[in-house]
């Protein structure tokens, strides 16, 4: 059963500063992973999609990395915003026959301070 | 073209009565998904489903959950004799196509059921 893990729980950093979100995954047979951002009482937005096959995708100040052997991503976001405070999710879909549903994490808490 | 749209975005019930979630994917997209969030937990998935069919049901419960994606009009997430313990946030996602590694889900706003 795959299972996914978000470090840390939640992170403060003052405006300007880069930081790094991480992501593992207990089954590295996966199709893709996405990296989503969820506003307080909002829906999910989708920042950043890597297939199985990439190793990085970037956007902007985004940007996320995939290393499936050892079953880790990570978002890296640069020169934090104010703007950037949300919480941040990662999801892999399995690479099993038709199977399409996406495994979370419980999310990053990310608050940037001015 | 518009998001992947959910109604009622807030929806209160007793205990005992029955909950009714829709979704209307975005425009071209035949394929469906039913999340759930409850307080302080992530997302898990519920259920899969294409027009009038449903793929991928291993996350719903057993009893009182039912989905259905008729060819004409919304998806509906229907839970029957609500419990407290029902009280959460259902998202619906919708894609294009299944089998390509890069058919990212859309989310919608998701629909907060909160059961009295």
């Known amino acids: 059963k795959q299972e996914v893990t978000q470090i840390p729980a939640a992170l403060s950093v003052p405006e300007g500063e880069n930081l790094v979100l991480n992501c593992s995954f207990t089954?590295?047979?996966?199709?893709?992973l996405q990296w989503f951002r969820q506003d307080p009482g909002k829906g999910l937005t989708s920042l950043l999609l890597?297939?199985?096959?990439?190793r990085e995708q970037t956007s902007g100040r985004l940007n996320a990395s995939l290393d499936k052997s050892s079953g880790r991503s990570t978002l890296y976001i640069a020169a934090s915003q104010p703007g950037d405070s949300a919480t941040y999710l990662c999801?892999?879909?399995?690479?099993?026959?038709?199977?399409?549903?996406?495994?979370f994490g419980t999310g990053t808490r990310l608050q940037v301070t001015l | 073209n518009a998001g992947v749209m959910q109604n009622p975005r807030h929806l209160v019930r007793r205990r005992g009565q029955e909950a009714r979630l829709r979704c209307s994917p975005m425009?071209?997209?035949?394929?469906v998904y039913w999340y759930r969030q409850l307080p302080e937990e992530g997302l898990k998935f519920m259920v899969y489903?294409?027009?009038?069919?449903?793929?991928?049901e291993s996350g719903m419960p057993k009893e009182r959950f039912s989905a259905e994606f008729p060819k004409e009009g919304p998806s509906i997430l229907r839970i029957q004799q609500v419990v407290r313990g029902d009280s959460a946030a259902y998202f619906c996602?919708?894609?294009?196509?299944?089998?390509?590694?890069?058919?990212?889900?859309?989310f919608g706003p998701g629909t907060r059921l909160t059961v009295l």
């Open positions: 089954d590295s047979a996966i199709y893709n």
């Open positions: 890597i297939q199985s096959s990439q």
């Open positions: 489903l294409q027009k009038e069919n449903i793929i991928d």
């Open positions: 999801a892999v879909r399995p690479d099993t026959g038709t199977a399409s549903k996406l495994t």
């Open positions: 425009k071209g997209h035949s394929h």
């Open positions: 996602a919708s894609s294009y196509r299944q089998g390509s590694s890069t058919d990212t889900q859309y």
